[in-house]
């Protein structure tokens, strides 16, 4: 019987010695993912950066190009002003979801949202080769912090037009409500995604701009759909994504009205 008894109490006392360990090292974990959580923000931050950069030196380069048509250099100044107001906006709404605050959403109407974001763009898709379709009605709103939804709406069509480069296709955005949501859907015609692509497409640091098959201008991230999903997310909303090789991709988000 006592032989028993210590074996018990020594199965305890190495059960506890167990627990504490455990323990420890579910706290270093949460230690590490909380580094983790910091740098995948900075990553995504530098990303957003990177896009709205790309415009502003657009407006630059047309204003000292053409320092003799005033109309024109006050034109591109004042888009200027404009885009940085916006990267502005965009800075405060993501370092206030990095911290976890809450944001206002609002009623905006998404067609007015969207034309801003091909304007801040100052880019003719035509040029690419690239038909641009939108069909949105007029009187469409979505309830939603306004600048987060153009972040996701902006890396969805960086992404399709960079699916059609070099050859071209055609970009829709289109949008319609139902009595308790709004869907919306970025496609393209562009190089699709690979079946065993589909299933990681919005984990971060997953990137098919890497390989090599891509006449992308630049390499991903893998941070754009992860951030898109998350923005979603925090609107109690969903995205997926349907494509097929060759044929080009399809992207639906769905957001919630409110009750």
């Given amino acids: 019987m006592t032989s028993i008894i210590e074996k018990r109490v020594s199965l305890h006392k190495r059960l506890g010695e167990h627990q504490q360990q455990n323990n420890a090292l579910k706290s270093q974990i949460a230690q590490l993912q909380a580094l983790a959580n910091i740098g995948t923000v900075t990553h995504m ?7 709205l950069l790309t415009p502003l030196a657009n407006y630059a380069a047309l204003a000292l190009n053409n320092p003799d048509d005033k109309s024109l250099v006050e034109k591109a100044l004042e888009k200027t002003v404009q885009s940085c107001e916006r990267a ?14 809450r944001q206002e959403k609002k009623n905006a109407r998404l067609i ?12 003719d898709f035509a040029k690419d080769g690239i038909t641009v379709k939108i069909r ?5 709103t ?18 399709a037009r960079d699916a059609m480069l070099p050859r071209g296709g055609i970009l829709s955005v289109k949008a319609r409500e139902s009595s308790d949501a709004v869907q919306i859907e970025v496609a393209d015609t562009g190089c699709g995604i690979e079946p065993g692509d589909l299933k990681n497409i919005f984990e971060s640091f997953f990137t098919t701009k890497t390989d090599g098959k891509r006449p992308s201008e630049h390499s991903g991230s893998g941070l754009g759909l992860a951030f898109c999903k998350k923005i979603v997310d925090a609107h109690g909303g969903c995205i997926s994504v349907e494509s097929k090789p060759a044929e080009g991709s399809t992207f639906a988000i769905t957001l919630p009205k409110p009750q």
């Fill in 45 to 51: 931050i530098a990303h957003e950066i990177n896009n």
């Fill in 88 to 101: 502005s906006k965009i800075m405060e709404s993501m370092l206030a979801m990095a911290d976890g605050e």
């Fill in 112 to 123: 007015a949202l969207v034309e801003e974001i091909f304007t801040c763009l100052c880019r």
């Fill in 136 to 140: 949105i009605p007029e009187d469409l």
């Fill in 142 to 159: 979505v309830w939603a912090v306004p600048v987060q939804i153009q972040q996701v709406l902006m890396n969805l069509i960086f992404n």
